[in-house]
């Protein structure tokens, strides 16, 4: 073959589901892509190809690599329009879960930018993605809400009307990539969707929160760009869900009996302490 005659080297693995097992066997192309793209996310500067065979003797050829990991992917994805510019963080740990059990590695990476335009989180582990992060996602909101709430009430940026900052505020405006590697990893189940180690989500979270302590105290502007509009964030949230409650209130008082029953019509009489009652027959 080709590839022998260059004196390359490799694996070559060729696979077709089983239509046993499977009922539907037409894999879309975009699922390949994804798969790839997110490899060449976490592998620096791997080139991955991908080759989609579209007739004998012609291929689409797709191919991915990102010479600087997630560094690189959010500044990808924040373009022109993100309002801060995007940020780099990497530190290695070691732990463990828990008293009795022993040590391990972990190397953390992170990339963060704030945007209004693309909101994205994605968490990768060992160079898998975790659908639903588990520890990393639990770390990002603990450390974030908290230092971001920190920040506010010690630049008194919270009015005496506001409540206090969720989660929701700042994933409204925020691109965050964690991809994460350890010598120890536990699983919440056999999908491997997330991971659920303590040690990680531990280190992480303090590792979050005094990365981005550094970021505001080193980058005062962008700090105040952040701050400003994660409050933007919070009080459109909680206006939103005032004008949910007094729509839902105001249409539930509506839906009284009067209302439900077509003959009934309300009382003539506007003290509380009476009550009226006609007794009719028929439509008279």
Avoid at 187 to 201: C, G, L, R, S, V
Avoid at 235 to 255: D, F, I, W
């Amino acid at each position: 073959e080709e590839y022998k005659k260059r004196g390359d080297t490799g694996t070559r693995i060729k696979w077709k589901p089983d239509l046993k097992v499977f009922t539907d066997i037409n894999i879309p192309v975009e699922y390949f892509e994804k798969t790839i793209k997110r490899q060449a996310i976490v592998n620096d500067g791997i080139k991955f190809v991908f080759k989609n065979q579209i007739s004998s003797a012609s291929f689409d050829t797709k191919e991915y690599c990102y010479e600087n990991g997630i560094q690189d992917y959010v500044a990808e994805l924040a373009g022109d329009s993100a309002f801060t510019t995007p940020q780099y963080w990497e530190c290695e740990r070691v732990g463990r879960d828990r008293a009795d059990l022993n040590d391990y590695k972990l190397k953390i990476k992170a990339a963060v930018c704030f945007s209004l335009k693309t909101q994205l989180k994605e968490y990768y582990h060992n160079s898998s993605f975790l659908e639903h992060g588990g520890s990393p996602e639990k770390a990002f909101r603990s450390a974030f809400v908290s230092q971001i709430n920190a920040y506010l009430k010690a630049n008194n940026k919270y009015a005496k009307s506001d409540g206090q900052i969720n989660i929701q505020d700042v994933e409204d405006c925020v691109i965050f990539v964690v991809s994460s590697f350890s010598t120890n990893t536990s699983y919440e189940n056999q999908t491997k969707k997330a991971i659920t180690n303590k040690f990680i989500q531990e280190a992480m979270t303090d590792f979050f929160r005094r990365s981005l302590e550094v970021y505001f105290i080193e980058n005062k502007m962008e700090a105040e760009k952040i701050a400003n509009q994660v409050l933007i964030n919070m009080r459109a949230r909680v206006k939103a869900e005032n004008t949910r409650k007094t729509l839902k209130t105001t249409l539930q008082s509506k839906m009284d009996m009067t209302n439900r029953i077509q003959k009934f019509v309300d009382c003539r009489s506007k003290d509380v302490s009476e009550r009226e009652v006609f007794i009719v027959e028929g439509a008279s």
